[in-house]
């Protein structure tokens, strides 16, 4: 029960992570802000994570924690570069 659950919730934070994304994108359009793309990447990369946690070859790789680590500290660099990078 508790799997399907959190199956659940990573597949609504998969969907919230494309609709960012996807108005992250529209956004960049209208404006031509960097940040903005930046943004879409970051948000990308949060359904990246999500659905590589969910592979089942995933969890058994010895790499998984390591690849799962980089694409989280890639979020937080671009989240922070589309900060900074506005003021």
């Not at 029960?1 to 359009?29: E, V």
């Not at 590589?52 to 500290?73: M, Q, W």
Request: glycine share 4%.
């Amino acid at each position: 029960m508790m799997a399907h659950l959190a199956l659940i919730i990573d597949m609504i934070i998969l969907a919230l992570a494309a609709l960012l994304a996807f108005i992250s994108w529209r956004a960049y359009r209208r404006s031509n802000l960097k940040s903005l793309l930046l943004l879409m990447f970051a948000f990308v990369l949060v359904g990246l994570k999500k659905i590589v946690e969910n592979l089942p070859a995933v969890g058994t790789h010895e790499y998984s924690e390591l690849v799962i680590g980089l694409i989280e500290l890639s979020f937080v660099v671009l989240v922070f570069v589309a900060i900074a990078k506005e003021r």
